[in-house]
């Protein structure tokens, strides 16, 4: 059994249906800079996000930061990108 869970996981793996996607973004002000926050999900209950956080000097760059990262993460749904520029 241990063979076959193995290659069941191999097989997710390659298609890419069990690893990381791209869950929310969000893109701030602070300081002068913009803010990109990207929440990665293994998709496992219970576990957490992984942040990635950069900095750019347009919120243009932020959002290219963001789409570039949904396309490293895919995600089968769409993903809100949240711009809080108060």
């Known amino acids: 059994m ?3 869970d193995r290659l069941i996981i191999e097989a997710k793996r390659i298609s ?7 869950e929310l973004a969000r893109i701030e002000y602070v300081s002068g800079e913009w803010v990109s926050f990207a929440h990665i999900w293994d998709g496992v ?10 900095y750019h000097t347009t919120m243009d760059a932020a959002i290219d930061c ?3 990262l949904a396309t490293q993460y895919p995600n089968s749904r769409d993903v809100t990108i949240l711009i809080d520029d108060i």
């Open 2 to 4: 241990n063979q076959i």
């Open 16 to 22: 890419g249906l069990s690893g990381k996607h791209l």
């Open 45 to 54: 209950e219970g576990h957490a996000p992984t942040i990635e956080q950069a």
């Open 66 to 68: 963001i789409h570039d």
